[in-house]
């Protein structure tokens, strides 16, 4: 397997994922500033452009990062980041599935649309106007997990640190709870810290 890999938060979270279940496979960087992820090499694996893509050892690719951290825990399933049970998995997967539609997607867009659109309005399409909406919905759903916290949980699956805590952090959402929880641990007392600190080298 190869991991292409760039700046931004969604190969963060794969890095996150990878480095709690101790997974080591080849990287190749992507310059997203240099537009390589919209050039026709990279487009082969990805049509969609996006960053990260995962190629498998079939020679196909996956993209989306809920898709590749799934593969990657059915190939390693331990230690589990998304759930040893049915049960677990499935709360996981419905925590993930919140974060991502209610607070990262929201809020990225957010920011795509608003300071970096100098950045982002030759590449995708762009609504400046919606900016300041999507941001105040964003900040609306943290309000609501930060409530939904309060019952004393450690992390958002209450004592296991998981796929949907990742993808919160890996936003850059340090009101939350979880958020806080995470970072308040020692730099070297877990794998995905230093992963996400060290970027895509």
């Given amino acids: 397997m190869k991991l292409y890999d760039s700046i931004g938060p ?3 979270i794969v890095r996150m994922f990878m480095a709690e279940k101790g997974i080591e496979i080849p990287k ?3 310059d997203l500033r240099k537009g390589e992820n919209r050039e026709t090499e990279h487009l082969k694996r990805n049509p969609h452009g996006q960053m990260p893509a995962l190629e498998l050892d079939c020679g196909n690719y996956l993209s989306e990062i809920t898709a590749i951290c799934e ?3 059915e190939k390693h399933p331990s230690p589990a980041m998304i759930g040893t049970t049915p049960e677990e998995r499935a709360e996981c997967r419905m925590w993930t599935r919140r974060v991502d539609l209610n607070i990262a997607e929201p809020l990225a ?3 795509r649309f608003g300071e970096a659109l100098k950045f982002f ?3 995708i399409p762009v609504a400046p106007e919606a900016s300041p909406g ?3 919905i964003a900040a609306n759903r943290i309000k609501w997990l930060n409530d939904q916290m309060a019952d004393g949980r450690d992390y958002i699956c209450g004592k296991r640190f998981t796929l949907a805590d990742m993808l919160l952090i890996a936003g850059s ?3 939350t709870r979880s958020a806080s929880r995470w970072t308040s641990r020692t730099p070297t007392s877990s794998p995905g810290s230093t992963a996400s600190a060290r970027g895509h080298r």
Avoid: D, H, T, W
């Fill in 10 to 12: 969604n190969p963060r």
């Fill in 28 to 30: 190749q960087a992507v």
């Fill in 71 to 73: 593969y990657l825990e």
């Fill in 109 to 111: 867009n957010g920011y």
């Fill in 121 to 123: 309005e030759k590449r």
């Fill in 134 to 136: 999507l941001k105040m």
């Fill in 173 to 175: 959402i340090s009101a």
